[in-house]
């Protein structure tokens, strides 16, 4: 077994497993040899008895490593009573197996107890000497092969008694034998443990000794059970001082560097917790220091310690608490100036506000003054345009005149000289009375988109003012745009100012024309109800974005590239429409076209 360990148990269990394999060899060899007694003396029950005790020893000992100790140590000691009793039952005096009598304490105390060793002996013993008693009353006889004349004649029963007695010095001899080697072993690995152990020892002084931090064990009292050197020179105690203190009793009390908080951190630190914290101690001389404190729970020599560690790290600290105060003032500092520049920072704010509130008044007077200056300059234009057409129409009316007076007098010759030529000259004349009236149209209708504004209200019209605005867009719809009108039959009396309905409803449809890039349709539709008649304007052009049809009414707005348009157009229009006490709305898909529509009120007069 060298070069392992055994423990106690493990000796017990050898010199147990040794006895019994000595048991098995010499037991069997001693059933043999009883079998020769049994040649002389005849069949006897003991022989039973004896083959049973051998057997049950063999079939423990092939067993022995699966089997406890306290097992076999049980059945050995009753297979041995058994064998010693049923000898003595037989033979009485002359009983050789009493002997193994001996082998019942041998073995008990293996893994009994003194007390329950010697109660199991004394009952043995106390059986033997029943049994003697027996046969000193004669309850109990001998066999006749072991009459005492006969007997003392006879010399086997000397050999038997010597062989039991030889079987039973040479167990003890040989267990003892074994259990003093395996002992004496135990004791050497004992030896070697000890000078590792020792070796460790002296490892562990050493390194404890020559740390630089403070090393103290504490146990579970907080009662200080061994220290460093370097824990004495750190507090200036001597050995037995710091032996007779508590590791609170080096805190400084000053709050909260008590004791209480130290044994509140020390329960931390025995629920298994291991704690790092800086602390403020005090020196034997009262001098005050700050120390960086590790602690956690360990086991040292078989018992529950607490280790800690103590560093000085008081120049550090005091460094660090200098740092700390130094950013202290200086985010006092930092934080009375933000103050400052927040104030001044809200004045500025305020003034900024102020400024661009008077900046967004002048912005939007300024919008607006454009806004009039520009409304006025269309206005002047149209005035002057209106004028102008007024003029026009004036100059074109009087050409206008001599031609329906010379076609007059062109007919009349033809009647009077010609009559024969007049079915050859009607295509002309009519020609020319067609071009005549054409001109005639566009001059009233020139007439009344030239009407001025300050005209009282008077019954309109609608689809005449609709008719005339197509007429004067003629040149633009020729030939590119179908116009589908679905005027309403219904009868109404509309009221308003004629020129700027005309302009109005000019706007929309020029709108419309320029909203067709090749060709397409306008759809007119005019619907009356009660109180409105609807004007329903429909193409099928580009159509309008959602983000753009929110604001096309806005002065000046339009899609339009640059100098093809000025924006106006529904503005005016929109304008007009809202004098009118109207409505003007809306629809677009874009690829598909828009639909405006228009919303009259009507006069509650009956037109008669």
Known sequence: MKGKSLT??????????????????????SYVLSLLRFLKTGFNYSFIIEFLVVAGVIIITLNRSRLSGSFKTYTFICLAGLLALSDAVNYGLFATARVFVILIPFYAIFYLS???????????????????????????SLPHTHDPAVHS??????????????????MILVVTYRFFLTFSGLLSDLEISNKIISESERNYREIFESSTDSIFIVDLNEEIRDVNHSALRMFGYAKEEMERTTLADLSSNVPPYTKEGLHTLFVDVL??????????????????????????????????????????VNEKKETALQLENYKNRLETLVRERTEELQQANK????????????????????????????????????ASLGVLVSGIAHEINNPLNFIYGGLLGLENYIKENIMERKEEMSPFLAGIQLGAKRAADIVTSLNHYSRRDDLPRVPCDIHTIIDNCLLMLSNQIKNRIEIEKHYSREPFTLVGSEGKLHQAILNLLTNAIQAIQDKGTITIVTAVSKQNITLTFADTGI??????????????????????????????????????????????????????????????????
């Open 153 to 170: 004649k006879k010399f086997y029963p000397w050999i038997n008694s010597t062989i039991n007695i030889s079987i039973v010095a040479i």
């Open 271 to 312: 629920q298994g917790n291991e704690i790092l914290f800086d602390w403020q101690t005090r020196k034997k001389n009262g001098a005050l220091f700050w120390t960086e404190i590790a602690m956690k729970k360990a086991s040292i020599g078989g018992n529950e310690r607490v280790l800690a560690i103590v560093r000085d």
């Open 543 to 608: 159509g309008i974005s959602p983000e753009n049809l929110q604001r096309i009414t806005d002065p000046f707005f339009t899609t339009r590239d640059p100098g093809k348009g000025t924006g106006l157009g529904l503005s005016i229009a929109y304008t007009i429409i809202k004098e009118h006490d109207g409505t003007l709305e809306f629809e677009s898909i874009v690829e598909k076209g828009t639909k405006a529509v228009v919303t009259l009120p009507l006069s509650n007069t009956d037109p008669a």
């Open 114 to 140: 003194l007390r329950r060793t010697l109660l199991i002996f004394i009952f043995a013993a106390g059986c033997l000497l029943a049994i003697g008693f027996l046969h000193h009353k004669g309850i109990l």
């Open 8 to 29: 106690i148990d493990e000796v017990r269990e050898i010199t147990v497993n040794n006895s019994l394999v000595v048991a098995s060899v010499l037991g069997t060899l």
């Open 347 to 382: 004045e500025l704010i305020a003034a900024n506000t102020e400024l661009s509130g008077q900046r967004s008044e002048l912005q939007s007077a300024l919008l607006d003054l454009e806004k009039a200056q520009n409304q006025l300059i269309q206005s002047e234009k149209m």
